[in-house]
């Protein structure tokens, strides 16, 4: 454990949409009961006035900071949350929940179908963008929390820190995106379609009701293999391995010769054990789907005083910096209050996760002129 | 047929290697009887010192230009072959093999191997771009032709005329690289990887022989769809599809939504109509393998006097400018005459496929200055 982490911390569990009041998704279909795993550093204040919700990426978790009990692995924005850090826990509560959809804890395709006694598979609705967000809301309405200080996040999470300031401007102050984009490019569609169609091209995937057999290992690896290369850019990759050999010559075989090929298939499987296949369908479709664009974006108002900080990275390929842009020139004609930076960084999209130090500044900052009362 | 085509050709057949003077490979295996297919268009003059050898891509064949008789499908680089055009049949004679490891009628996996009388399959030896080049050397002597006029490609056919001027500088005059590198990067390495873990993670792959059984469908499908996306760039893919649906409204299921799912799809089963997948994990290997940096390249000659054009195209994300750049400093190096040009152009990495003018000008006027007698 890091000298500065907030130590232990334990998930908690929260339930609602207990039939027959279940959740109204985007589709028109319904989903109940619905459970949220989520996790919270620091203390809500009298007023509730100092919560800030974390938004997790495609494969993230409720977990974003501090140890398990039984598992010493800190959370995926450690660095981040903390006493003294960007999401200082001295001031902040800060709450981090599993997107509905996912696999660690709330509802996804791989928790039991009430109608069958059996895990959901492809009987799971499709959600989106506005269905996660929406469960977030019941989570932040259980704590009594009428208005969010800020919802950040990376990724997905940026996605879903924007629909929070469109869908419920009157209960946020702030929002943070980061690495994030109004809508997918056709590009950003199709790796994710190709990520999918990995998958449902493993035989093992056996058209999603595979949980009695295991999980589509080689679809599921091939697809995150994808994905890490997209994560990672080209100068990023050339620093981590350049052309280095596993062994001292080429093997003239088909195994991995070079050291990224190994990185590759070590991350890909490793990825089957803790991921369920499933939500990586479902998440992935449900960033296709978002559409933040034009009067997409808080089609009623006109103005917005909510405040945002938007950041990209200059080598993430995969949310390029013009997806940036595109978002602080749609707040701009919101006339909303817009700071936005364009950091400099060789990690790519994983940046997000990786340049603490100038994310902590600007957030930091950013924070401070939207203290809670 | 296009007017300006040069109407019907006619693939030919040249064999050598013959056991026992079986070809040596660059990994210490042998490999003979060897079958190379190819075509040719225009005359070979009487000093036969008019010969350029068009060297194809990654899924290319010996069928660059004008139709067969059987099939309209004008070849793959009609627009730059033929009277008036960039490779001039009145003044050229212009030769195409298809590369060994191939299947469009070149020795590789899919042959039969004599030794059995079945598909070599995995028994084919790895081969590299080395050893295509060494191929193409016997055909060139078959034809008589003491030196190459020129060696010209795009991607692996830059590869290769690379290899022909370090290889045998005094059989060529000039080489005209395009769209390539000097070696893969870590994240073309990891492009390819991911393609081969496609094909080899599907059971139809039955370790790669599967030649009686028909080939694994899904997995070389998924492989074709990831290099789709890397020859097109993000501007290129919101030109024809930005976020188009097939339908009027969004699925909500796991089907194709957007027009751009729908392309990779159809190309992506598409191409396992038409090439083998075998050849696909012998080719991309090559091509990972390939590296003419540094001292690798014409490692005896301190000067060369074989001539050079390189040219790259600005949105081409897969191979980037910067290899070119590469190349250039590397030929600069060995005093070559060396002219270079970064193509303005949307089409990513297909761009050497497509941006025909500004080609036919450049390989037009450097041609002019090397004439033959």
Known sequence: M????????????????????????????SLGPITLTYETYGRLNEKKSNAILVCHALSGDAHAAGI??????????????GQGKALDTNLYFVICSNVIGGCKGSTGPSSINPDTGKPYALDFPLITIADMVEAQRHLI??????????????????????HWASAYPERIIASIPIATALKHSPQQIAF????????????????????????????????RMIGHITFMSDQSMEEKFSRKLKNDNLSFQFIDDFEVEGYLRYRG????????????????????????????????????????????????????????????RLLKRK???TTYFDLTSTYGHDAFLIE?????????????????D
Chains 1, 2 share one sequence.
């Open 141 to 162: 309405d259980f704590f009594g929390i009428e208005k969010l200080l800020c919802a950040i996040g990376g990724s997905l999470g940026g996605m879903q820190a924007l």
């Open 192 to 223: 994710n379609e190709v990520i999918r169609q990995s998958i449902m091209a493993d035989p093992a995937w056996r058209n999603g009701y595979y949980y009695e057999h295991g999980q589509p290992e080689n679809g599921l690896a091939v697809a």
């Open 335 to 337: 006339h909303a209050y």
């Open 269 to 328: 499987y490793n990825f089957v054990k803790r991921f369920d296949a499933n939500s990586y369908l479902y998440i992935t479709k449900a960033m296709d789907y978002f559409d933040l664009s034009g009067d997409h974006f808080m089609p009623e108002t006109k103005k917005t005083i909510v405040r945002f900080l938007v950041i990209s990275f200059k080598s993430d390929w995969l949310y390029p910096t013009y997806q940036s842009q595109d978002i602080v």
């Open 2 to 29: 890091k000298k500065d982490s907030i130590g232990i911390v334990t998930p908690h569990v929260f339930s609602f949409a207990e039939p027959p009041a279940t959740l109204k998704l985007e589709s028109g279909r």
């Open 356 to 372: 603490i130090e100038d994310e902590t500044r600007l957030i930091k900052n950013f924070l401070a002129n939207i203290s809670p």
């Open 68 to 81: 398990h009990k039984d598992d010493k692995t800190p959370g995926w924005w450690d660095d981040l949350i």
